[in-house]
């Protein structure tokens, strides 16, 4: 199956265009803001004679939260549809839709595409354009202690909640404060734990890349 | 040197965001329609101007990374401003290259998750010279074969090079004829520039 994922704003033209330029769209996701949400009703309507099964989603394009949430969302797609080709269609709403978009397709390696306005363009031109998405998984990028470490202290933070003693933590892995320290401070230059230096003994929090990254390969 | 590098159309994020997190450097990509703008919003900042296609995914990207990568610098950018395929371009440099990104919206500066670890160290030394080896022959033709790609050498040692490069989208593979054809991806292209 062909599964296409859609943020949608005021203008719902790039999803008509995706619809006629690739053909055999079978399932199509879009997203929206409150404001917009009758347009993507609208569209799912005028889809669903075409046989398209349209699902519509609403996510606050504008809250601290948006980017996960909308990662989130696109994450939980992908791997329900595991077997199947996922597109994304970064071209509607907002620009932080659009980026949230493009990112989960970076997490999970997607295939993602934007939609040229016909009115700006030659029409010999190909209107959809596909980007350039390695598909490089970002855990791949970790050393396997780091990898372990870092499975370690999500495991930690998932039942104990933020590690507010490094030393105790090392401890109760079986780890000295040197041996660990390393290791800490790559994962920390990664973007990928955040250690709060502020109070008298250090806070570790995973970063939402971590999050985001985990939770795709769980 | 923290340097913000940002989309512009009208300024209105950028000068929050700059003045908010203490850069010291500003970098604006910005359309031909917006370049007088930018060019007066630059005097009274130290600032560059650089002018893209706002329509034009690749050739931004690349512009975006040779210019990142001309510099050592601590790198931030922000895609608030300008069109969805200027914001795109710019999130893919921050993806390949590992720099943080970032949205203004209404009363808030939102962080969009990339981890620090950039695309390069995913990809092993021996891939990264056969890709570097497939640019260099593709410059006179469309795509090559692994034989072609071989010369006078054994063509078995890029194997598993080109197997890597094509699992992770560097490069496509197809057949034509009796002979497979090798040819770079966008994708390729782009962490090629990255690796430069």
């Not at chain 1, 700006?120 to 598909?135: A, F, G, Q, R, W």
């Not at chain 1, 396997?144 to 930690?156: C, F, P, R, S, Y």
């Not at chain 2, 560097?170 to 962490?191: C, H, N, P, S, W």
Request: positive net charge; glycine residues 4%; hydrophobic residues 40%.
């Amino acid at each position: 199956m062909n599964i296409h994922i859609a943020p949608v704003g005021q203008e719902i033209g790039h999803v008509r265009v995706a619809l006629n330029e690739l053909r055999g769209i079978d399932k199509l996701y879009l997203f929206t803001g409150d404001k917009f949400k009758q347009n993507a009703d609208d569209l799912k309507k005028s889809l669903a004679d075409f046989g398209v099964d349209v699902v519509v989603q609403v996510i606050d394009p504008f809250s601290q939260d948006s980017i996960q949430n909308i990662l989130d969302y696109i994450i939980d797609i992908v791997k329900k549809h595991a077997a199947d080709e996922v597109y994304i269609n970064i071209t509607g709403g907002t620009n932080l839709m659009g980026a949230a978009a493009l990112s989960a397709a970076y997490f999970v390696g997607a295939k993602a595409y934007y939609v040229l306005d016909s009115r700006k363009i030659d029409k010999s031109k190909n209107k959809v354009v596909m980007l350039p998405i390695p598909k490089i998984s970002f855990f791949d990028a970790l050393t396997e202690t780091q990898k372990k470490v870092l499975l370690d202290i999500a495991t930690h933070i998932a039942k104990k909640g933020p590690i507010q003693n490094i030393q105790a933590y090392a401890k109760s892995i079986g780890w000295s404060h040197p041996r660990i320290k390393p290791h800490l401070d790559a994962l920390e230059q990664m973007q990928l734990i955040e250690v709060d230096r502020t109070a008298r003994e250090c806070t570790i929090k995973l970063t939402k890349s971590a999050e985001t990254i985990l939770n795709f390969i769980k | 040197m923290k340097v913000l590098v940002s989309t512009y159309s009208n300024g209105s994020t950028v000068d929050r965001i700059f003045r908010e997190q203490n850069f010291e450097k500003l970098i604006l990509l910005t359309s031909s329609d917006f370049s007088k703008q930018a060019k007066e919003y630059k005097k009274c900042k130290k600032s560059e101007v650089i002018i893209i296609d706002p329509f034009d995914h690749m050739t931004t990207t690349l512009k975006i990374i040779r210019k990142l990568k001309s510099m050592n610098n601590e790198y931030f950018i922000n895609i608030t401003e300008g069109t969805n395929i200027m914001a795109a371009a710019c999130l893919t440099c921050a993806y390949y290259l590992g720099i943080g990104a970032m949205y203004v919206a209404k009363d808030q500066i939102i962080s969009i998750p990339i981890p620090g670890t950039g695309y390069s160290k995913q990809i092993s030394s021996s891939a990264k010279q056969t890709l570097s080896k497939i640019d260099k022959e593709l410059q006179a033709m469309d795509s090559i074969t692994q034989s072609q790609l071989a010369g006078t050498t054994q063509s078995q040692k890029y194997t598993v090079p080109l197997a890597i490069l094509e699992k992770a989208c560097l490069i496509e593979r197809f057949v034509q004829g009796r002979d497979k054809y090798i040819k770079m991806t966008v994708a390729g292209k782009i962490f090629l520039e990255m690796e430069r």
